[in-house]
């Protein structure tokens, strides 16, 4: 992975490279449906969508007017577009560092441990409607939200 690592990161220009419809599906791994939707104004699911890597570089193609003779949508030009977009930032990602890979689940059961019902012993017999809430969630439309443990932050009684 280490030339696509280089075209991931902005080493190599994306006009440079032989085939760089290549690169589309790393980059899909680790930017989320959503964002790539919000971008090229595609829906996320459905009508209209998109099923496959090159199904998506067409559509984007034929948005953007980039055809061929024949008006065969230029694939090539749609797949540098994805790339250009990808290294500027305009397609967010977010890769965890090494450490935090292997303390993923960890961390999710840490998190959970108060969801399930355990407030470690802070209870004293009352039902949990009584209480406030133990988690935040903040959202946007059409992107998976937040969670955060309200009762580890300082402060909060």
Not at 9 to 26: H, S
Request: aromatic share 4%; with cysteine; charged share 30%.
């Amino acid at each position: 992975a280490g030339s696509g690592d280089s075209v991931l990161k902005g080493v190599v220009r994306a006009e440079r490279l032989e085939n760089p419809e290549d690169f589309i599906d790393a980059i899909l791994d680790v930017v989320r449906r959503e964002h790539v939707a919000a971008r090229y104004g595609l829906p996320v699911r459905g009508e209209g969508s998109w099923t496959s890597t090159l199904d998506l570089m067409e559509k984007i193609a034929r948005k953007a007017g980039r055809l061929r003779k024949g008006g065969d949508p230029c694939i090539r030009s749609a797949a540098i577009s994805i790339i250009h977009d990808f290294q500027r930032g305009r397609l967010p990602h977010f890769v965890p560092p090494p450490e935090l890979k292997q303390d993923e689940e960890d961390a999710d059961g840490i998190v959970n441990g108060n969801v399930d019902g355990d407030t470690g012993g802070k209870n004293n017999g009352t039902s949990s409607v009584d209480k406030k809430p133990t988690i935040s969630k903040a959202t946007l439309p059409g992107i998976k939200g937040v969670e955060q443990n309200l009762e580890q932050i300082k402060g909060m009684e």
